[in-house]
């Protein structure tokens, strides 16, 4: 959370949070940004489905 999402979001980058890594749920709800999507694990990313942050606005 300390760099990889905070550097997307400050590039404008859609942000995927994975959590094998350091970052729980309940550590993530600590923080005053979030991700744009959370997965429990990498088999669960479906790229046809991860929208960029500006087709998210849109929609």
Do not use: H, W
Not at 21 to 50: C, H, K, L, W
């Amino acid at each position: 959370m300390d760099t990889d999402i905070v550097d997307g979001l400050e590039s404008g980058m859609t942000t995927c949070l994975v959590l094998s890594g350091v970052t729980s749920r309940e550590t993530m709800n600590r923080f005053p940004y979030q991700p744009d999507y959370v997965f429990d694990n990498v088999g669960e990313i479906n790229p046809d489905a991860i929208l960029s942050r500006r087709k998210r606005v849109e929609a």
